[in-house]
T-cell receptor, first 111, second 112 residues
């Protein structure tokens, strides 16, 4: 089983819709979870972090964490064409270890 | 504020040539530093990390090496590049208090 798994996509949503990105992880003791956005040819940019079960909202972004199911998701409300990018899920190895990244989900928001 | 600098932005090198990529961080002390590689169609692969001067941990055996000669400087090197070394190389840092990593702008290396 891969440590961090994401659907590669592409995920295509119309402008104004909700985009839902999902991620599962294998290490039960992981404590920190992150979502990065990576535009084509650019480096990843941290957009959300979540450490506790439940939801965390920041503007149009909501991160959701369920440690029992080893599942973390990112919702993007009112999707814009500028949200088109690859979204990387990252999970720390162990309780305080290095970040392990998924391969990313490519999101395309159509005008 | 903290900033991370990485250079060069692009590099084309022949097979068998040496490599040196440099990364520096400003505005913080004793950061954790990381080198990642992102090959085409693949995820981010952790290559090396360092928690202090002269302290290097390798995640993947390969013909690359890393060094940390100063607190805020991290260098990735190779004596002889292989075609398989092509990729997007990213330096990142992390402070003690923030667990998320901040990435530099990256170096796109093409070995020909």
């Amino acid at each position: 089983q891969k440590e961090v798994e994401q659907n590669s996509g592409p995920l295509s949503v119309p402008e104004g819709a909700i985009a839902s990105l999902n991620c599962t992880y294998s290490d039960r003791v992981s404590q920190s979870f992150f979502w990065y956005r990576q535009y084509s040819g650019k480096s990843p940019e941290l957009i959300m972090s979540i450490y506790s079960n439940g939801d965390k909202e920041d503007g149009r972004f909501t991160a959701q964490l369920n440690k029992a199911s080893q599942y973390v998701s990112l919702l993007i409300r009112d999707s814009q064409p500028s949200d088109s990018a690859t979204y990387l899920c990252a999970v720390n190895r162990g309780s305080q270890g290095n970040l392990i990244f998924g391969k990313g989900t490519k999101l395309s928001v159509k005008p | 504020s903290q900033t991370i600098h990485q250079w060069p932005a692009t590099l084309v090198q022949p097979v068998g040539s040496p490599l040196s990529l440099e990364c520096t961080v400003e505005g913080t002390s004793n950061p954790n530093l990381y080198w990642y590689r992102q090959a085409a169609g693949r995820g981010l692969q952790l290559l090396f990390y360092s928690v202090g001067i002269g302290q290097i941990s390798s995640e993947v055996p390969q013909n690359l090496s890393a060094s940390r000669p100063q607190d805020r400087q991290f260098i990735l090197s190779s004596k002889k590049l292989l075609l398989s070394d092509s990729g997007f190389y990213l330096c990142a840092w992390r402070s003690d208090r923030v667990l998320g990593y901040t990435f530099g702008s990256g170096t796109r290396l093409t070995v020909v």
